[in-house]
Nanobody, 120 residues
Framework: QVHLVESGGGSVQAGGSLRLSCARSGDIFRLVAMGWYRQAPGKQRELVAQ???????NYGDSVKGRFTISRDNAWNTVALQMSSLKPEHTAVYYC??????????????WGQGTQVTVSS
């Protein structure tokens, strides 16, 4: 069973920066992607950034050029460096791992979420 723990959220003024980290524990049969999603009040959860086992990196349109995702070689941690933050980036940010717990069983694992608040 995969367990994800996020850290690094908080409050910042517009234009500031924050760095989120996520630590993974537990084994997974085949990890496909690791990354970050966010959910603002009254909105659906949306992709922020992810890295895939195929070595691709994907970013949500609103964060391209502002946020950078990185991971360690063992896929045990993933970080999100957020710069030039705007009030619209305020949300709960969730760490996510997608992959297979068995040969054909897809799983999506989520952290508990960390609040990011950007004030104007």
């Amino acid at each position: 069973q995969v367990h994800l723990v996020e850290s690094g959220g908080g409050s910042v003024q517009a234009g500031g920066s924050l760095r989120l980290s996520c630590a993974r524990s537990g084994d997974i049969f085949r990890l496909v992607a690791m990354g970050w999603y966010r959910q603002a009040p009254g909105k659906q959860r949306e992709l922020v950034a992810q890295v895939t086992a195929g070595q691709s990196t994907n970013y949500g349109d609103s964060v391209k050029g502002r946020f950078t995702i990185s991971r360690d070689n063992a896929w045990n941690t993933v970080a999100l460096q957020m710069s030039s933050l705007k009030p619209e980036h305020t949300a709960v940010y969730y760490c996510n791992v997608g992959g297979y717990s068995g040969p054909t069983r897809w799983e999506a694992y989520w952290g508990q979420g960390t609040q990011v608040t950007v004030s104007s």
